[in-house]
């Protein structure tokens, strides 16, 4: 039987009909959130202002493959917590009428105000243009990383997530992403293709725009 590709959010495995237990899927049951630069499954609360690594975060539930994509609850909307608003304080002016504040005499109705404070803040002593500042010394160079051409490894580039081998890598083998990932208003999308999207499945599906080499390491 012909295999095929799971659809449920966070698996993305291969399987075959014939060959599909219970608990060999493992996914999110419910969508994301986005919120100020902030990613987070909403079923298991985990987060990462990464989107790579957010991605990598594994699914909290088990169950089977799937073909069909599953309807993804929608988190209920956060409720406001009510905001206190302080109590204004009496009117200073009374102070100037006060006729014991006036002569200089404690007064237990006034006597509780803030004195007024200076705008203006004291100076630095060390505000000088002289002053000797080192500058931090240079990290040492990375030690290459020695990598088997047979050993099969996973791309980081955004978009792809593919196993390959180097021996098999070449300027063409991975479809990517370049830019980044743009979430606002609801709506989610790549800002290299300008493409976006309402549903995080659908942004999930957006075709890559780019090739060149997979990279299993995109900070070296």
């Not at 050993?151 to 980081?156: L, S």
Request: charged residues 25%; neutral net charge; proline residues 11%.
């Amino acid at each position: 039987m012909a295999k095929v590709r799971c659809q449920r959010i966070g698996c993305d495995a291969v399987f075959s009909e014939d060959d599909n237990p219970d608990g060999s899927c493992t996914f999110h049951a419910s969508g994301p959130l986005f919120h100020d630069g902030m990613k987070e499954w909403s079923c298991c609360k985990k987060r990462s202002h990464d989107f790579s690594l957010f991605l990598e975060i594994p699914g909290c539930k088990t169950g089977k493959h799937t073909t069909e994509k599953p309807v993804l609850t929608k988190p209920a909307p956060a409720q406001k917590k009510p905001v206190s608003v302080p109590t204004p304080l009496a009117n200073s002016s009374s102070k100037d009428t006060c006729p014991r504040c006036r002569q200089g005499f404690f007064c237990s109705d006034h006597g509780s105000h803030n004195q007024e404070t200076n705008p203006k803040s004291a100076a630095s002593p060390n505000n000088g243009s002289g002053l000797d500042i080192q500058e931090p010394e240079p990290e040492p160079p990375k030690p290459k990383k020695i990598i088997d051409i047979n050993q099969p490894q996973t791309c980081r580039n955004k978009g792809c997530g593919k196993s390959f081998k180097e021996k098999d890598n070449h300027d063409t083998a991975c479809e990517y992403h370049p830019g980044p990932p743009v979430f606002h208003d609801r709506m989610r999308g790549w800002k290299c293709c300008d493409i976006h999207v309402k549903e995080f499945d659908e942004f999930m599906s957006i075709p890559p725009c780019a090739k060149g080499w997979h990279n299993a390491d995109p900070t070296s």
